[in-house]
Nanobody
Framework: QVQLVESGGGLVQAGGSLRLSCVAS????????MGWYRQAPGKQREVVATITSGGSTDYADSVKGRFTISRDNAKNSVYLQMNSLKPEDTAVYYC????????????WGQGNQVTVSS
C-alpha cells in the first residue's frame, strides 16, 4: 500500500519559514521523480517543485528563489524548505511521485496545511 505522510506545516507570518517533510512507502522511492504540490481553496492543485532520483530540481516560477526541494533516498523522504513565505503560499501541500501527478490516478495523502498571515 502506497503511503505518503506529510508533516511540518502550520501557521506562520509573512516572511517566515517552514520546512515540510514527507515519508513515502509502498513503492520504489529511489527511482521516482518526486514533487511537492499545493492546492488553495477554490483552485486546482499545482506543481510547486520536483526532484529527480539524482537530485535535479525544478520549481514553479512563483516559488523560485524562496523554496528548496531535497530528498534522502535512504530515508524515503522528500523535504521542502520554504523561506520568505507570502500569504499567497497559503494552501494544502502534498508530496507525491511525478507519475501520479501526470496520471489520472487519484492517489494522494491527506496533505499538510500551510497558512501564511499578512
Amino acid at each position: 500500500q502506497v503511503q505518503l505522510v506529510e508533516s511540518g506545516g502550520g501557521l506562520v507570518q509573512a516572511g517566515g519559514s517552514l520546512r515540510l517533510s514527507c515519508v513515502a512507502s509502498g513503492f520504489t522511492f529511489s527511482g521516482a521523480i518526486m514533487g511537492w504540490y499545493r492546492q488553495a481553496p477554490g483552485k486546482q492543485r499545482e506543481v510547486v517543485a520536483t526532484i529527480t532520483s539524482g537530485g535535479s530540481t525544478d520549481y514553479a516560477d512563483s516559488v523560485k528563489g524562496r523554496f528548496t526541494i531535497s530528498r534522502d533516498n535512504a530515508k524515503n523522504s522528500v523535504y521542502l524548505q520554504m523561506n520568505s513565505l507570502k500569504p499567497e503560499d497559503t494552501a494544502v501541500y502534498y508530496c507525491n511521485s511525478y507519475t501520479i501527478w501526470l496520471s489520472m490516478i487519484n492517489r494522494w495523502g491527506q496533505g499538510n496545511q500551510v497558512t501564511v498571515s499578512s
